[in-house]
């Protein structure tokens, strides 16, 4: 991986403006890469900042939704709980009412966590679907065109939690990941496919984010408690799309519109 991280932010006034600059985000990355190699791999996460970014997508009035390049995207899922793909909780069921029941994608587009398996079964499964989708060798890893993540209070990043044990996984593509704090058991990708992908980036929202933020960027190297100072995309690049809540404890957008930050190894 790189030594340094170059990330750049964009701070939207409120949770709605940050889904149009996802939703936008989305769009226009998914144009390049089925420009350049005919498809988008995109992987998506669970939470209500997504949720509002899909309907965005999925609405017919929203010209999003015809730019999308529907025909050409496979969607995946960064991680997700162990329910039932009906249950209120899934993050599956979320995407599929948000915008998976109003757009046209086929039923071989969508590669779905499988939940309501056994943990472990969920995970080894999901793996095998990534590999034989990506045609994967050895210790090969998937590159989605696309990753999009959250980040909650306590400064996890997809299922891995602070002090668990996903969060020290390298060789494996999927995890069953036991979470005491939740007091369950998630399905996630881990950190080195999360950072193979092409573009990654974060959406944000709330106050009650802001000192997680502040801590994983410009506080000390804690992996263990911050893991998403796990997030180190290959590139070198990392985008993160804020509302003005999340971002308060950051340096302020420069005239461009765009904060900058720099973190060494």
Same mark, same amino acid.
């Given at each position: 991986?790189?030594?340094?991280?170059?990330?750049?932010?964009?701070?939207?006034?409120?949770?709605?403006?940050?889904?149009?600059?996802?939703?936008?985000?989305?769009?226009?990355?998914?144009?390049?890469?089925?420009?350049?190699?005919?498809?988008?791999?995109?992987?998506?996460?669970?939470?209500?900042?997504?949720?509002?970014?899909?309907?965005?997508?999925?609405?017919?009035?929203?010209?999003?939704?015809?730019?999308?390049?529907?025909?050409?995207?496979?969607?995946?899922?960064?991680?997700?709980?162990?329910?039932?793909?009906?249950?209120?909780?899934?993050?599956?069921?979320?995407?599929?009412?948000?915008?998976? @029941?109003?757009? *046209? %994608?086929?039923?071989?587009? +969508?590669?779905?966590?499988? =939940?309501? #398996?056994?943990?472990?079964?969920?995970? !080894?499964?999901?793996?095998?679907?990534?590999?034989?989708?990506?045609?994967?060798?050895?210790?090969?890893?998937?590159?989605?065109?696309?990753?999009?993540?959250?980040?909650?209070?306590?400064?996890?990043?997809?299922?891995?939690?602070?002090?668990?044990?996903?969060?020290?996984?390298?060789?494996?593509?999927?995890?069953?990941?036991?979470?005491?704090?939740?007091?369950?058991?998630?399905?996630?990708?881990?950190?080195?496919?999360?950072?193979?992908?092409?573009?990654?980036?974060?959406?944000?929202?709330?106050?009650?984010?802001?000192?997680?933020?502040?801590?994983?960027?410009?506080?000390?190297? @804690?992996?263990? *408690? %911050?893991?998403?100072?796990? +997030?180190?995309?290959?590139? =070198?690049? #990392?985008?993160?799309?804020?509302?003005? !809540?999340?971002?308060?404890?950051?340096?302020?957008?420069?005239?461009?519109?765009?904060?900058?930050?720099?973190?060494?190894?």
């Amino acid at each position: 991986m790189p030594s340094k991280l170059h990330i750049t932010y964009v701070v939207e006034p409120d949770p709605a403006a940050l889904a149009w600059r996802a939703a936008l985000q989305l769009v226009e990355l998914a144009e390049e890469a089925v420009s350049a190699r005919g498809r988008a791999r995109i992987a998506v996460s669970g939470g209500s900042t997504p949720k509002t970014t899909f309907a965005l997508l999925a609405d017919p009035a929203h010209p999003f939704r015809n730019r999308m390049p529907w025909n050409d995207i496979e969607l995946f899922f960064v991680d997700e709980r162990t329910v039932p793909p009906d249950d209120p909780d899934s993050n599956y069921r979320m995407t599929r009412e948000s915008l998976l @029941d109003h757009v *046209s %994608l086929r039923p071989d587009q +969508i590669h779905r966590i499988q =939940g309501e #398996l056994e943990p472990e079964v969920a995970a !080894a499964e999901y793996e095998y679907d990534l590999r034989r989708t990506f045609r994967l060798e050895g210790a090969e890893a998937p590159r989605f065109d696309i990753l999009t993540l959250g980040m909650g209070p306590d400064g996890h990043t997809a299922s891995l939690f602070p002090h668990t044990a996903a969060i020290h996984e390298l060789g494996r593509l999927v995890v069953a990941n036991q979470v005491p704090q939740k007091d369950t058991w998630r399905v996630t990708l881990t950190a080195p496919v999360i950072n193979h992908a092409r573009e990654v980036f974060f959406l944000i929202a709330g106050q009650d984010k802001a000192q997680a933020l502040k801590q994983v960027f410009l506080g000390p190297k @804690d992996i263990e *408690s %911050l893991p998403s100072q796990l +997030i180190w995309p290959a590139s =070198g690049i #990392l985008t993160l799309i804020l509302d003005s !809540a999340a971002a308060a404890l950051l340096p302020p957008v420069g005239e461009d519109g765009k904060g900058h930050l720099e973190r060494a190894r």
